[in-house]
């Protein structure tokens, strides 16, 4: 019988927790299916610590069932350089002490590229699931550090054929490339076969349809006052209308503060904690409209049909435009964008291939056959 392999996951900031719990689960799978013979997989899992509010990383294991990290690197807040270099320095020890043959990121955040740097140099293989993306904007940190790490890992797993193109475009070879779908629905599809009791929609007295769901955190929306003050002034005025649940990041509310912006006296908006996934996944199913800047949202809201404004310039994920429910505005446009949007169908677009739950399984296929 073959040895293990041995994987080590790495998740480090809020969307990563989503994207590895199928994996997880992928993997308990495998292992559990009788393989006479086969090879079994041994999967370390390492929290750089970048996310570490309860609310933005421990309530994400709870829910989706994570295990307890087998590493935790407590790495913290920082600038893009002190934050990827503590990462660094705190993971290379890890990869030489572990010795897995794969080490396997996730997403774009600073501890996807940061892993993916220790272990190139070390000569340790990488995976990376969410390969591909982009969305040509290189004053968004997510974009180099998605060009970064699929510069240099072994195995591209993409969720959609446009990161394919992308990635050909580029020169990478075809072999390194597999489709294997979004993880994210993995995440989503098993949520949703849980059982459901009440949850914030009732907590919050909402009633389905009726509220807006607001989530933005970029720095170019919020680490600019005049961009901030904006969508704030347009915010109090569209909640006028329609109640807005808005669930505040930690980097927008300290903005906030240190801007001095808060919305108009008396405007229908619920400014909330970061909400858990569950919550989120709830928000975005019954909302009449999602207004955001998160990648995953766009796609979550795709999952349900839920009508998405994204306010930025560009998105990584065009399939949530050309296919689903999303598209794209601009603080001068948000206005008459969502009078059209409100006027429009309640629900519309469709899910891209390969949103269906089987993903983890694509990817452990490709991990065991590579
Ligand atoms: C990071 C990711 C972004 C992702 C987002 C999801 C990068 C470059 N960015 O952005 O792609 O969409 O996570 O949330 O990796 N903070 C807390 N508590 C925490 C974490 C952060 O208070 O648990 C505060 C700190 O003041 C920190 C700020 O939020 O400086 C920003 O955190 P950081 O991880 O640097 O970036 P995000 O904006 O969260």
Same mark, same amino acid.
């Given at each position: 019988?073959?040895?293990?392999?041995?994987?080590?996951?790495?998740?480090?900031?809020?969307?990563?927790?989503?994207?590895?719990?199928?994996?997880?689960?992928?993997?308990?799978?495998?292992?559990?299916?009788?393989?006479?013979?086969?090879?079994?997989?041994?999967?370390?899992?390492?929290?750089?610590?970048?996310?570490?509010?309860?609310?933005?990383?421990?309530?994400?294991?709870?829910?989706?069932?994570?295990?307890?990290?087998?590493?935790?690197?407590?790495?913290?807040?920082?600038?893009?350089?002190?934050?990827?270099?503590?990462?660094?320095?705190?993971?290379?020890?890890?990869?030489?002490?572990?010795?897995?043959?794969?080490?396997?990121?996730?997403?774009?955040?600073?501890?996807?590229?940061?892993?993916?740097?220790?272990?190139?140099?070390?000569?340790?293989?990488?995976?990376?699931?969410?390969?591909?993306?982009?969305?040509?904007?290189?004053?968004?940190?997510?974009?180099?550090?998605?060009?970064?790490?699929?510069?240099?890992?072994?195995?591209?797993?993409?969720?959609?054929?446009?990161?394919?193109?992308?990635?050909?475009?580029?020169?990478?070879?075809?072999?390194?490339?597999?489709?294997? /779908?979004?993880?994210?629905?993995?995440?989503?599809?098993?949520? +949703?076969? @849980? *059982?459901?009791?009440?949850?914030? $929609? !009732?907590? #919050? /007295?909402?009633?389905?349809?009726?509220?807006?769901?607001?989530? +933005?955190? @970029? *720095?170019?929306?919020?680490?600019? $006052? !005049?961009? #901030?003050?904006?969508?704030?002034?347009?915010?109090?005025?569209?909640?006028?209308?329609? *109640?807005?649940?808005?669930?505040?990041?930690?980097?927008?509310?300290?903005?906030?503060?240190?801007?001095?912006?808060?919305?108009?006296?008396?405007?229908?908006?619920?400014?909330?904690?970061?909400?858990?996934?569950?919550?989120?996944?709830?928000?975005?199913?019954?909302?009449?409209?999602?207004?955001?800047?998160?990648?995953?949202?766009?796609?979550?809201?795709?999952?349900?049909?839920?009508?998405?404004?994204?306010?930025?310039?560009?998105?990584?994920?065009?399939?949530?435009?050309?296919?689903?429910?999303?598209?794209?505005?601009?603080?001068?446009?948000?206005?008459?964008?969502?009078?059209?949007?409100?006027?429009?169908?309640?629900?519309?677009?469709?899910?891209?291939?390969?949103?269906?739950?089987?993903?983890?399984?694509?990817?452990?296929?490709?991990?065991?056959?590579?």
């Amino acid at each position: 019988m073959k040895p293990p392999l041995r994987l080590l996951l790495v998740a480090g900031a809020r969307p990563n927790f989503m994207k590895i719990a199928p994996l997880v689960k992928a993997i308990q799978r495998h292992n559990a299916g009788g393989l006479a013979g086969g090879q079994l997989i041994q999967c370390g899992i390492v929290h750089t610590g970048q996310h570490y509010d309860t609310q933005m990383s421990q309530v994400f294991f709870d829910e989706l069932g994570l295990p307890k990290p087998d590493y935790n690197l407590e790495v913290g807040s920082g600038s893009h350089a002190v934050q990827t270099a503590e990462i660094m320095k705190r993971f290379e020890p890890v990869c030489l002490e572990s010795k897995p043959d794969w080490v396997v990121v996730v997403g774009d955040v600073n501890s996807t590229m940061a892993c993916t740097l220790v272990a190139a140099k070390l000569g340790v293989r990488v995976a990376h699931v969410e390969a591909g993306l982009r969305s040509f904007d290189r004053t968004m940190p997510e974009e180099i550090n998605r060009i970064v790490t699929d510069g240099l890992a072994d195995l591209l797993l993409t969720p959609s054929s446009d990161a394919d193109e992308n990635l050909k475009r580029e020169g990478v070879p075809a072999s390194k490339i597999r489709l294997v /779908g979004n993880i994210m629905i993995d995440a989503l599809i098993a949520h +949703l076969a @849980r *059982p459901q009791g009440p949850g914030i $929609r !009732e907590r #919050l /007295g909402l009633k389905e349809g009726s509220f807006i769901y607001v989530t +933005l955190h @970029r *720095p170019s929306n919020v680490d600019v $006052r !005049e961009s #901030l003050a904006g969508t704030v002034a347009e915010l109090s005025r569209l909640a006028a209308q329609w *109640p807005v649940i808005f669930p505040i990041h930690p980097r927008t509310r300290k903005r906030m503060e240190e801007f001095g912006l808060a919305f108009a006296p008396g405007a229908n908006i619920q400014l909330l904690d970061p909400v858990g996934y569950g919550d989120s996944v709830a928000l975005t199913k019954s909302a009449r409209c999602v207004l955001t800047d998160s990648g995953g949202l766009q796609e979550e809201s795709t999952y349900f049909h839920t009508p998405c404004l994204t306010l930025r310039p560009n998105t990584e994920r065009p399939v949530t435009i050309t296919i689903g429910s999303n598209r794209l505005t601009t603080l001068e446009r948000l206005r008459s964008d969502l009078e059209t949007v409100l006027r429009g169908p309640e629900r519309l677009g469709a899910n891209p291939p390969l949103w269906d739950g089987q993903t983890g399984q694509r990817i452990v296929e490709a991990l065991m056959n590579s």
